[in-house]
């Protein structure tokens, strides 16, 4: 069949009319998506027309009324290939923080080893046939007929490979390895070129790979903002100090100034998630949670009394909201005691 037949094209068809119509068949007719035991053929034949016609346009002088390419048509010039493979690669919140090279195991579905593929393991001693026991025949619809097992020998010299269990197929594993850019988020993707699945007679296309981050049980990420709730004495946030934060790559120590015992919020700019692809690192947003002490021994307990006595001694500063609420409800008792 003529070139220009096969692909469905007229005489004198251009580049671009070549390369369009050969990326729509070689789609239908690629082995990998058409179980047509002759796809295989046939798309040999279409990839061999597309190269010849391709090759007589080179001697030919380029048409300067012709029309630029559609944008996108680009890929039909390109090499086909095997499909691309996608699969989710699950990561820690400090793995993905970090990045670098990590060994991905992609899973396959290849020829036995044991058997070579041919789904039968050669046995070392003659078997008895159990399903004729031994007679080479089996009653049928229209009487005695030939075992099918053993072809009516009445014995056996091979039988179903046991690993394969006679398939001749043995599910594989395929490693890969990866490099991971630091600071990727849940959803991105990073891509290995020509990673995926092998196809006959084709290079094998791309490995893309969707992060998915697990749940951490201090960190959550807003964007890249890097954020945990920290809980704290109360008595450190009245009179402030340094304060140990854990970050992915270690402990971090922070200013707190003196303040409230109440809720307060830390920030560190640009010290979150690292930023890829031109965008900046988040921030590391500390949550402090105030918590007083609890079951006082004797020995703190007397501390308590103090630190009490000399709160109490100037209301109106120390615990204003107090002094007003003893002011307005007890009065002069207020005063005396």
Known sequence: MDAHELLGLAPGASAHD?????????????????????????????????????????????????????????????????????????????????????????????????????????????????????????????????????????????????????????????????????????????????AGDPSPGLPPGDLILRIRLLPHDLYRLEGRNLVLERPVSALRLLIGGELAIPLPGGTRTLKLEPGAATMRTLRVVGAGFPGRKGKAAGDLIVHLQPKLPEAPDDAMRSLLERLDALAAANHSRHLPDVAIWEARWLGDQAEES
Request: aromatic letters at 4%; proline letters at 6%.
């Open 18 to 194: 070549i390369k369009r119509s050969f990326r729509r068949l070689a789609m239908l007719w690629h082995p990998d998506r058409n179980p047509d035991p002759h796809a295989q053929e046939h798309f040999k034949a279409l990839r061999a027309a597309y190269e010849s016609l391709l090759a007589g346009l080179t001697s030919t002088p380029p048409d300067d009324d012709a029309p630029d390419e559609e944008d996108g048509d680009d890929e039909a010039g390109a090499a086909p290939r095997g499909a691309d493979r996608r699969q989710d690669l699950t990561l820690t919140v400090e793995a993905a923080f970090f990045g670098g090279e990590r060994t991905v195991e992609l899973e396959g579905d290849g020829e036995c080893g044991a058997c070579a593929g041919s789904g039968e393991e050669i046995l070392r001693h003659t078997r008895l046939c159990a399903s004729c026991h031994g007679t080479g025949r089996t009653h049928g619809r229209h009487g005695l007929a030939p075992c099918r097992h053993c072809a009516g020998r009445g014995y056996l010299t091979k039988q179903a490979c046991p690993s394969c269990h006679g398939s001749g197929r043995q599910r594989t594993l395929r490693p890969v390895i990866v490099h991971l850019p630091a600071g990727m988020l849940d959803g991105e993707e990073v891509r290995v070129d020509g």
